[in-house]
């Protein structure tokens, strides 16, 4: 097959001037080519397309692909990972992973829990603010967890995310909606052991590939898994990988997490962050249906390195589930 990929390069965002957290989720250089050595491993030919503005141009210029493996997440709106998808839709180009729907509604958290927590899958409680003077009308129990309600890569998570008194409330939120310009998300804060579960595959035939836990150390920032601590994540944190047949909490991680994968209708392969709560039931905080794919530092990549799946074998995994999808 051909196979065109689209990305962001980070490279290209800091040249443009965005700071190193606004770019932090875009891809670097050598993620682009160790996917593009992994495709071509597969006896398939491979095109760098780039991000969705070049996209535009090749498509419109006549270029087409068989397969696109598409890990382009976007700029700007709430739509920005889902642009890819539908301008390869709009063309009748197949794709890896998940559709327009799927990805414009995981940016946003609050619309997600929705839809998973009618689906049956546990999600703490929540609010959505706008303006600090909604804060009136929120009723959960403290402490609550505040973040952006539309990033990813930590972004907006740190010191201050954590809130444990009434008073510290207003000013976090304060700082989120001027630093952001988007809605925050409160959530009662989970304050038990955290995971990431591996998910590859779609529908009936997904399955977990692995389950990493994300122990915090005494050096970490915040209570949480975020921006700072995943930067300087030698220093802040430790990786586990409990085995869900030893592990009755990871076995939870993983049914919760493939349970969201299904409910959302998310494709290929991804990761689902979940939560254990203070009472030890494991909830869902968020989910990833592009997640990063850098061979050596991402999560995904690590967690099914772990599980016997290396990168190029990861990289034939998604390449086969969008085939099958498409009948190719
Ligand atoms: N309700 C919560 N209770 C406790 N911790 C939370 C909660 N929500 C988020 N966190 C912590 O903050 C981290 C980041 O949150 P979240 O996964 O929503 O952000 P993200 O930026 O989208 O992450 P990613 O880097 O996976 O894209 C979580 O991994 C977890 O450690
Ligand atoms: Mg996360």
Same mark, same amino acid.
């Given at each position: 097959?051909?196979?065109?990929?689209? !990305?962001?390069?980070?490279? %290209? !965002?800091?040249?443009?001037? @965005?700071?190193?957290?606004?770019?932090?989720?875009?891809?670097?250089?050598?993620?682009?080519?160790?996917?593009?050595?992994?495709?071509?491993?597969?006896?398939?030919?491979?095109?760098?397309?780039?991000?969705?503005? &070049?996209?535009?141009?090749?498509?419109?210029?006549?270029?087409?692909?068989?397969?696109?493996?598409?890990? &382009?997440?976007?700029?700007?709106?709430?739509?920005?990972?889902?642009?890819?998808?539908?301008?390869?839709?709009?063309?009748?180009?197949?794709? $890896?992973?998940?559709?327009?729907?799927?990805?414009?509604?995981?940016?946003?958290?609050?619309?997600?829990?929705?839809?998973?927590?009618?689906?049956?899958?546990? $999600?703490?409680?929540?609010?959505?603010?706008?303006?600090?003077?909604?804060?009136?009308?929120?009723?959960?129990?403290?402490?609550?967890?505040?973040?952006?309600?539309?990033?990813?890569?930590?972004?907006?998570?740190?010191?201050?995310?954590?809130?444990?008194?009434?008073?510290?409330?207003?000013?976090?939120?304060? %700082?989120?909606?001027?630093?952001?310009?988007?809605?925050?998300?409160? =959530?009662?804060?989970?304050?038990?052991? =955290?995971? $990431?579960?591996?998910?590859?595959?779609?529908?009936?035939?997904?399955?977990?590939?692995?389950?990493?836990?994300?122990?915090?150390?005494?050096?970490?920032?915040?209570?949480? !898994?975020?921006?700072?601590?995943?930067?300087? !994540?030698?220093?802040?944190?430790?990786?586990?990988?409990?085995?869900?047949?030893? %592990?009755?909490?990871?076995?939870?991680?993983?049914?919760?997490?493939?349970?969201?994968?299904?409910?959302?209708?998310?494709? %290929?392969?991804?990761?689902?962050?979940?939560?254990?709560?203070?009472?030890?039931?494991?909830? @869902?905080?968020?989910?990833?249906?592009?997640?990063?794919?850098?061979? $050596?530092?991402?999560?995904?990549?690590?967690?099914?390195?772990?599980?016997?799946?290396?990168?190029?074998?990861?990289?034939?995994?998604?390449? &086969?589930?969008?085939?099958?999808?498409?009948?190719?």
């Amino acid at each position: 097959m051909r196979v065109g990929l689209t !990305y962001d390069l980070e490279s %290209d !965002y800091l040249a443009q001037g @965005f700071s190193a957290e606004a770019a932090a989720e875009f891809d670097r250089p050598d993620t682009i080519d160790a996917l593009e050595a992994a495709v071509r491993a597969l006896g398939h030919t491979t095109d760098r397309i780039g991000h969705v503005r &070049a996209l535009a141009a090749r498509l419109v210029a006549g270029d087409r692909w068989d397969l696109v493996f598409n890990i &382009a997440e976007g700029v700007h709106g709430i739509g920005r990972e889902a642009q890819v998808p539908c301008l390869l839709d709009a063309w009748g180009i197949p794709y $890896t992973f998940s559709e327009p729907l799927v990805l414009a509604l995981t940016l946003h958290k609050g619309m997600t829990k929705r839809v998973v927590r009618s689906a049956g899958v546990p $999600t703490p409680d929540f609010a959505e603010v706008e303006d600090v003077d909604e804060l009136g009308a929120v009723s959960l129990p403290l402490p609550i967890f505040a973040k952006p309600i539309a990033e990813g890569s930590g972004k907006g998570i740190g010191a201050t995310s954590l809130v444990r008194r009434q008073e510290d409330l207003a000013p976090t939120v304060a %700082d989120l909606l001027l630093r952001f310009r988007q809605p925050v998300l409160l =959530e009662t804060f989970l304050s038990g052991r =955290e995971f $990431t579960v591996g998910i590859l595959g779609t529908g009936r035939a997904a399955e977990a590939v692995g389950v990493m836990e994300v122990k915090l150390l005494p050096t970490a920032t915040g209570g949480g !898994y975020g921006f700072t601590n995943k930067k300087d !994540y030698q220093n802040r944190v430790t990786y586990a990988f409990p085995r869900p047949a030893d %592990d009755p909490m990871a076995a939870e991680a993983a049914a919760v997490a493939l349970g969201a994968w299904k409910a959302l209708g998310c494709r %290929d392969a991804g990761r689902i962050d979940v939560r254990a709560d203070a009472a030890g039931r494991v909830e @869902f905080i968020e989910c990833n249906p592009l997640a990063g794919l850098h061979p $050596t530092i991402s999560d995904l990549p690590i967690l099914c390195a772990e599980h016997g799946l290396d990168f190029p074998a990861l990289v034939a995994r998604i390449v &086969a589930s969008a085939a099958r999808r498409h009948g190719l």
